[in-house]
C-alpha cells in the first residue's frame, strides 16, 4: 500500500527536528535550507518564542529594516508578554510606526538600552557596529543567504550559538565592488554567509523544510526540479485544492487567452514576435500592462486552503516583477495610463520574500541580442517564478531558446569556486521547455 503524503505532518517533524537540535544540540551553528513558501519567518519566530521560554536571551539578526519590523511585529503577535527590543539606526524614519503601537516592544538605537531583555532584533548593518556587549548566547539569522561573509564576520563575535536561516535559490549576496580577487578562497567576503560558514565547517548540521505553502501543486514541481535539484520540494496542497476564476467572460484576446490558461493549469506564456528590443521593451511593457488590466477588469477570484469561498483578486495581490528598475519604471507608467493603480511592480531583488495570488513576470531574456550573467543568474530567475500562490504569466518575446543556444556561458572558469547547479542556462531551458506548453500567441 502506498504511503498517503501528508504535508503538514511532514513539515512538523522537519520543524521539530530543528528546534531540537536549536534547544538541545552542541553545535555552534545550525543550517535550515527552506524552499520559496516554506514557512521561514514562522520558523524563525517559533524558534526565538522556544529559546526566550527556555531562558535563553537571543539575538536575531535579519538582512533589511523591513525584515526586521515584520518578525517584530510576528513576535508579538503570538506573544504579547514577550518583551522584545528593536535596535535602530540613528536615521530620521527608522522603524515602522506600527511598532510605536505594541506595549511590549523597546525601541533604541543602543543596544545598552535593550540590555536584559529576551529578545532583541536589527539588521545585520547595525549589529556590526554594536561595540562592548556581553554576548548572547544564542541568535537567529534570518534570510541568511542573502548576507555576505563578511557582513557575517562583523557580527560573528556577539553570540555564541547561532541558526542560519535561508532559501538558497534566491538571488545571491549583493556587493557594489568586484571580489574577483578572493574567487575561490574559503574567506571570500561577497560570498553568502551560509557557505562560507559551511566550508570552514563542514560537519555543522544541515536541515531543510521540505514543504511551500506558496507554491500551488502546478508550480512545485517545476520550481523544484529546475532550481532546488539538490534539495526538493513538495506544495502543502494538491491538484484543486486552489483554485482561480473570473467573473466576465474571455473576449477572445492573447491577454485573455493566457489568463485563462493560466487559470487552469498555473503558467501560463505569452509570446511576442522575435526581435531584438531596447531594454525597456514599449511593446512588452505595454503587453504585460493589459494583462494585469484584463486580469482586475475581470474580476478575478481565488479559492484555496484559506478561504472556500471565493476572494476576488485584488490590485494589492498582483504582481510585476522584472530584472532591472527602469523596466520596473516603464511597466508602472503603462499600468498608470490605463488607470491601475496598487499592483506592485518591482525587481526580483526586491519582490524577493513577499507573495501574491498573482504574479505577471517580464522575461530576464527577453528581446536580448545576447545572454549575459545577470540575466542568467539562477535566483532572478527563480526568484520571478516563485513569487505566486496561483498562477504566473510570463510575457516573453520568441527565440529566448534559441539564444541561449547561441550564447554558452563564457565567464571565466576559478579555481575553487563551488560551481552553482543550476546553472541559469539550464534552469531557464528547464522553465521555458514547461511554459511552451502553455504558450499563447500576441497578435496585436
Known amino acids: 500500500m502506498t504511503a498517503v503524503f501528508d504535508p503538514g505532518a511532514q513539515a512538523a517533524r522537519a520543524t521539530d527536528a530543528i528546534l531540537a537540535d536549536t534547544l538541545g544540540g552542541t553545535s555552534r551553528g545550525i543550517v535550515v535550507d527552506s524552499p520559496p513558501g516554506a514557512g521561514k519567518s514562522t520558523l524563525v ?9 527556555a531562558g535563553h536571551p537571543l539575538m536575531v539578526v535579519a538582512q533589511t529594516n523591513a525584515q526586521v519590523d515584520d518578525l517584530v511585529v510576528r513576535l508579538a503577535e503570538k506573544d504579547p508578554g514577550l518583551p522584545v527590543g528593536r535596535l535602530h539606526s540613528n536615521d530620521t524614519d527608522p522603524y515602522d510606526k506600527v511598532l510605536d503601537g505594541l506595549a511590549n516592544v523597546r525601541k533604541s538605537a543602543k543596544a545598552g538600552d535593550l540590555a536584559g531583555l529576551d529578545v532583541v532584533i536589527s539588521t545585520a548593518a547595525k549589529w556590526a557596529h554594536v561595540k562592548n556587549v556581553e554576548p548572547w548566547g ?12 563578511d557582513a557575517l564576520l562583523a557580527v560573528a563575535g556577539l553570540f555564541e550559538r547561532a541558526l542560519f536561516v535561508g532559501d538558497p535559490g534566491q538571488l545571491d549576496p549583493f556587493s557594489i565592488v568586484g571580489a574577483d580577487q578572493w574567487a575561490g578562497l574559503s574567506y571570500d567576503p561577497s560570498a553568502s554567509a551560509v557557505s562560507t560558514l559551511l566550508a570552514h565547517n563542514p560537519r555543522l548540521p ?10 500551488p501543486a502546478s508550480a512545485a514541481p517545476l520550481v523544484s526540479d529546475a532550481f532546488y535539484p539538490y534539495t526538493p520540494f513538495r506544495s502543502g496542497t494538491d491538484h484543486g485544492d486552489r ?12 491577454p485573455d487567452r493566457v489568463l485563462d490558461e493560466a487559470a487552469e493549469s498555473g503558467w501560463g506564456l505569452l509570446e511576442l514576435p522575435a526581435r531584438h528590443t531596447p531594454r525597456t521593451d514599449p511593446e512588452a511593457v505595454r503587453v504585460v500592462a493589459l494583462v494585469v488590466r484584463r486580469l482586475l477588469d475581470r474580476g478575478g477570484a481565488a479559492t484555496s486552503e484559506r478561504s472556500p469561498d471565493p476572494v476576488p483578486v485584488t490590485a494589492d495581490r498582483v504582481a510585476v516583477g522584472t530584472a532591472h528598475r527602469d523596466q520596473a519604471a516603464a511597466v508602472r507608467a503603462a499600468l498608470a495610463e490605463l488607470g491601475v493603480t496598487g499592483v506592485a511592480v518591482d525587481t ?43 498562477a504566473c504569466i510570463v510575457v516573453c518575446r520568441a527565440g529566448v ?18 560551481v552553482k547547479f543550476p546553472d541559469g542556462w539550464e534552469a531557464n531551458h528547464s522553465v521555458l521547455a514547461h511554459l511552451a506548453e502553455h504558450r499563447v500567441t500576441w497578435r496585436p
Not at 46 to 51: I, N, Q, S, V, Y
Open 401 to 418: 531558446t534559441e539564444l541561449l543556444d547561441e550564447h554558452p556561458s563564457t565567464e571565466p572558469v576559478q579555481l575553487g569556486v563551488t
Open 206 to 215: 544541515q536541515h531543510r523544510l521540505p514543504v511551500s505553502w506558496r507554491l
Open 45 to 53: 519566530v517559533r524558534a526565538a518564542l522556544e529559546l526566550a521560554s
Open 348 to 390: 526580483a531583488n526586491r519582490l524577493q520574500g513577499r507573495e501574491f495570488d498573482v504574479t505577471v513576470v517580464l522575461h530576464p531574456l527577453s528581446g536580448r541580442p545576447d545572454a549575459t550573467a545577470f540575466h542568467l543568474e539562477t535566483g532572478r530567475l527563480c526568484v520571478l517564478a516563485s513569487r505566486h500562490r496561483h
Open 243 to 254: 483554485r482561480l476564476s473570473f467573473g466576465v467572460a474571455s473576449d477572445g484576446s492573447a
Open 138 to 149: 544564542h541568535a537567529i539569522v534570518d534570510e541568511a543567504y542573502q548576507m555576505r561573509s
